[in-house]
């Protein structure tokens, strides 16, 4: 089973200038997560989605931040535009959904804004 | 707000040592509580799941413990090997619906050979 998948794994930008991350669930998993890494930190949620829905985006900047789920497959997190306090690392996970099953997570995009 | 904390932040052993992970929260009333592994420039991986009704669970050198009440839980790692060094990250699941995990901030582990 593939797991899952998220790209680009590394990305270099200047302030102001707007980036995406795209993100691909284990086949099957309904529920798909973002989180931001800052350095020495644990994963913060950004944005929950149940299928094309996103249920829980209460910790989304959304002066910035937007996400999308089209189709219930696929993720994709932008920033529009970038500040220098957004250089983390951009977590993707996917759960099936409304059981105790882990959560399953990508290796991230390490995002470094200059 | 559930806060989690880890102590320590980092930790050196040597090999074949037994060392103990500790990982608190403020909010007993977890749904779970799992223990995930982050190794450099990679995601986490879950290494053991604790439901609330549970006292502990264990998988191969891994034993972790869940005490609701007074809002602890360890991470016991026997017979410590190098391909063991990566950080470990407790996270909590509230009730009320939501799968939201809250993280702690992780202990940095170092097994030396």
């Known amino acids: 089973e593939a797991g899952v998948v998220q790209s680009p794994r590394y990305k270099i930008i200047e302030k102001k200038q707007p980036v995406a991350f795209w993100c691909n669930p284990i086949?099957?998993?309904?529920?798909l997560y973002w989180y931001r890494q800052n350095l020495g930190q644990g994963p913060e949620l950004l944005i929950r989605?149940?299928?094309?829905?996103?249920?829980?985006d209460s910790q989304l900047p959304k002066d910035r931040f937007s996400a999308e789920r089209l189709k219930g497959v696929d993720s994709t997190l932008k920033i529009q535009p970038a500040e220098l306090g957004d250089s983390a690392v951009y977590l993707c996970?996917?759960?099936?959904?409304?059981?105790?099953?882990?959560?399953?997570f990508g290796p991230g995009t390490r995002l470094t804004v200059l | 707000k559930q806060e989690v904390t880890q102590i320590p932040a980092a930790l050196s052993v040597p090999e074949g040592e037994n060392l103990v992970l500790n990982c608190s929260f403020t909010?007993?009333?977890?749904?779970?509580l799992q223990w995930f592994r982050q190794d450099p420039g990679k995601g986490l991986t879950s290494l053991l799941l604790?439901?609330?009704?549970?006292r502990e669970q264990t998988s191969g050198r891994l034993n972790a413990s869940l005490d609701k009440s007074s809002g602890r839980s360890t991470l016991y790692i026997a017979a410590s090997q190098p391909g063991d060094s990566a950080t470990y990250l407790c996270?909590?699941?509230?009730?009320?619906?939501?799968?939201?995990?809250?993280f702690g901030t992780g202990t940095r582990l170092t097994v030396i050979p």
């Open positions: 909010d007993s009333a977890i749904y779970n």
């Open positions: 989605y149940e299928n094309e829905e996103a249920v829980d």
């Open positions: 996970a996917s759960q099936r959904v409304f059981s105790t099953d882990t959560q399953y």
């Open positions: 086949s099957g998993h309904n529920t």
């Open positions: 996270a909590v699941r509230l009730y009320g619906g939501a799968n939201n995990l809250f």
């Open positions: 604790i439901q609330s009704s549970q």
